[in-house]
């Protein structure tokens, strides 16, 4: 699809390069001279305080005379632990991300009656616009799902009479619009990339609306429509688990730094999906599966935790994998003891191997999960508290599941976008809402203007 033929661009800016790179070194040391919060992370490591919001939580430490001190990790949604709310609706066997996704809207859980309700709009609502799959999908097609998905949220502003509507009611017609249109682009997007780019056959099915967002997405992207009640109850689940995560993770706060300056709800929902895209964010997930595949090929008996510990050093050596000196799926910003999303995610996931016959696989999970922070103290000298982040369970359910690794990430914005419109709404009418504009210290030195001829 791309033209591979060296340019003249191409062999002018190889030339250039180590120009830039002496013109734009920026010393390290400056950061600690003028105190810059990097990444809005404190000395540390907590998160610099920039708003208030009443949508998400995320709790792993308490601060006690002025350390901070491991803890359980907590998820909470509007005041709802997540563990009790997962038990809540799996306890009384039926799908819970609808029900989440109105509690993180509108801030309370709905009644019976309102839950349907909130249903039958979702169901109503997950065919898109006429034509837009044929202009906006399928006449431009891309390698990556979420590069197309950001395009598509942004072409919807097209098809939206009042877009730049900023009253509460249309703000809130359009978050409902773009949950239930998400997982139609990625299912749409992925079938063009299988197309276009794996040389398959082309299969665009239509939503149905009797059908919940887990069951549509799963009849969406398989050829024959078929999944099963286990699939789609375990998908709704991650779904549920993926949904928010405070304010102030990369993506989220992306959505409401857009959203601060008055634009419309879709450039704002574009930048969190290029946001979630990273593999710093959502596309961690990706990067676990690569790394255990290398994991799978290097060691031999992934029984022999030595075997498996002697590989895990290398990692961190970059001797193997990407050499990035990296293992993907430990460790979190906010999380030391436990990820509740991984705790939760990894009980599944354990049921799921006994059915599906990989329990050898899920056991070598479980074995880098426990010999990771010996390895990190080992190699690095890292004495912190690191726990399974929800990425090293999450790549490995859906691979379970069937679905395909170019999926990972896209699903995981299916889910936030509940969180990022949440965020959206609450942004934009939060009390004496400002423009968000942190500063940056300028340290180029001043020069004079040189004239062409003498340069």
């Not at 430490?61 to 709310?85: C, S």
Request: charged letters at 25%; glycine letters at 8%.
């Amino acid at each position: 699809m791309q033209n591979k033929t060296r340019s003249g661009m191409d062999t002018f800016l190889e030339s250039i390069c180590g120009e830039y790179q002496a013109q734009n070194r920026i010393d390290p040391a400056d950061y600690e001279r003028y105190n810059v919060k990097r990444g809005l992370r404190n000395a540390d490591g907590t998160g610099v305080m920039a708003g208030v919001t009443q949508i998400g939580n995320v709790l792993g430490y308490y601060v006690q005379d002025g350390e901070r001190v491991p803890a359980p990790g907590k998820l909470i949604y509007r005041g709802i632990d997540v563990e009790e709310l997962v038990d809540g609706f799996v306890s009384e066997d039926r799908f819970g991300f609808e029900e989440t996704a109105y509690l993180l809207l509108f801030g309370q859980l709905p009644t019976r009656e309102r839950l349907d309700a909130f249903r039958r709009l979702l169901g109503e609502n997950h065919t898109l616009p006429p034509m837009f799959t044929e202009d906006m999908i399928l006449k431009a097609p891309s390698p990556d799902v979420m590069n197309k998905l950001a395009r598509a949220v942004l072409a919807l502003y097209s098809y939206d009479e009042t877009p730049d509507d900023m009253s509460l009611p249309n703000q809130l017609r359009q978050a409902v619009q773009l949950i239930a249109r998400v997982p139609t682009i990625v299912a749409h997007a992925f079938a063009v990339k299988r197309h276009y780019y794996d040389n398959e056959s082309l299969y665009i099915h239509r939503p149905q609306p009797e059908l919940g967002v887990a069951e549509n997405f799963l009849y969406s992207v398989r050829h024959d429509n078929q999944f099963t009640q286990q699939e789609a109850r375990l998908l709704d689940l991650c779904l549920v688990l993926h949904a928010e995560h405070g304010g102030g993770n990369n993506s989220a706060f992306a959505c409401r730094v857009l959203s601060s300056s008055g634009t419309d709800i879709y450039s704002a929902i574009a930048a969190a999906v290029g946001s979630l895209k990273g593999p710093r964010h959502g596309g961690a997930n990706k990067k676990v599966m690569e790394m255990f595949r290398y994991i799978e090929e290097g060691v031999k008996d992934w029984a022999d935790e030595d075997e498996v510990r002697d590989f895990l050093g290398r990692l961190l050596r970059k001797e193997a994998g990407d050499r990035s000196g990296l293992i993907y799926g430990m460790g979190h910003a906010i999380y030391t003891l436990s990820d509740p999303r991984a705790v939760i995610l990894k009980k599944f996931a354990r049921k799921l191997a006994r059915t599906k016959g990989m329990e050898d696989e899920f056991r070598l999970y479980e074995t880098v999960e426990r010999l990771a922070p010996e390895a990190l103290l080992t190699v690095k000298g890292e004495e912190k508290v690191v726990c399974a982040n929800v990425d090293l369970f999450s790549g490995m359910v859906y691979k379970m599941m069937g679905i395909p690794q170019e999926l990972y990430t896209p699903l995981f914005a299916v889910a936030r976008i509940v969180g990022w419109c949440a965020h959206r709404i609450e942004e934009v009418y939060q009390p004496g809402n400002r423009i968000i504009r942190p500063a940056y210290k300028a340290v180029a030195p001043m020069r004079t203007f040189v004239p062409l001829d003498q340069r």
